[in-house]
């Protein structure tokens, strides 16, 4: 595989050079054949194409340059072909808040960890971006990664989200917005200033139901390359990373354009 790489840029790297020394170029489509050179052949080839890197540096950068771009476009298509694979289970809300428009163009769905200062960061931006996009429907996985205190707190959460939709709102802002060490303890004392019965919240969150779901969400996000939080999936475009309001805008209108 590495041989025919290398072919393939000398090929490449030959046509240009063959147009500045002013030697026939080969025509189109044909190739040129470095198996068939003779050893001086190969030498005084590698010379000459050595040569014109040294006079001409810039080619370097700019052939890596459209490598990685070929690359990364290479890697948002397969990253876009896992997405529309899953997406009937990155859209399911029987254990997921729906927020936002539910008749959006797009939905964007997040992996978050109330345990996540990055998360605590993306959660206004979220909010701003249902604020200022009314077409946005939002699909919040609960995908606790940080140890103990965030699995508790996050099936605590979807249990108080299979309990009372209406009132899952509040308890995210509340985990969400909390700043310090949010223990086990800390989430289940949010939970019931809020209203929340903890005898029955504790019991739903324990339960074989909510500790499947857990992993269904982990076995989903390894098989999308989920690997960290806040992660979206905006259409069928992995975001990672918590953006400002500009750039999770842009990612939307983008995965907006790519459905039209």
Request: proline share 5%; with cysteine; glycine share 6%.
């Amino acid at each position: 595989m590495i041989r025919s790489a290398m072919r393939a840029w000398s090929g490449a790297i030959a046509l240009v050079l063959l147009a500045f020394v002013g030697a026939p170029a080969p025509a189109l489509g044909q190739t040129i054949d470095y198996d068939s050179m003779t050893p001086a052949e190969r030498e005084a080839f590698g010379d000459s194409i050595r040569s014109y890197l040294l006079d001409n540096p810039g080619v370097i950068r700019e052939a890596i340059e459209a490598l990685q771009a070929q690359q990364e476009s290479a890697e948002r298509l397969a990253e876009s072909s896992r997405v529309r694979q899953y997406m009937a289970a990155l859209h399911d809300t029987t254990y997921h808040w729906e927020g936002g428009n539910p008749d959006g163009d797009i939905t964007m769905v997040e992996f978050a960890d109330y345990r996540c200062a990055f998360c605590k960061r993306a959660h206004p931006v979220v909010k701003e971006v249902l604020e200022r996009d009314d077409r946005v429907r939002l699909i919040v996985r609960e995908y606790p990664i940080l140890g103990p205190d965030s699995v508790a707190a996050g099936r605590m959460a979807m249990a108080a989200f299979r309990l009372d939709p209406a009132r899952y709102p509040a308890l995210n802002d509340e985990l969400m917005l909390f700043q310090g060490d949010l223990t086990e303890t800390i989430a289940y004392r949010i939970a019931g200033q809020l209203g929340f019965d903890i005898a029955e919240l504790k019991e739903l969150a324990n339960s074989p139901e909510i500790v499947e779901e857990i992993e269904k969400t982990y076995r989903l996000a390894d098989a999308l390359g989920v690997r960290g939080t806040p992660t979206f999936i905006v259409g069928d475009r992995i975001v990672r990373g918590a953006l400002p309001i500009d750039g999770l805008l842009a990612e939307i209108e983008a995965a907006r354009r790519a459905t039209n």
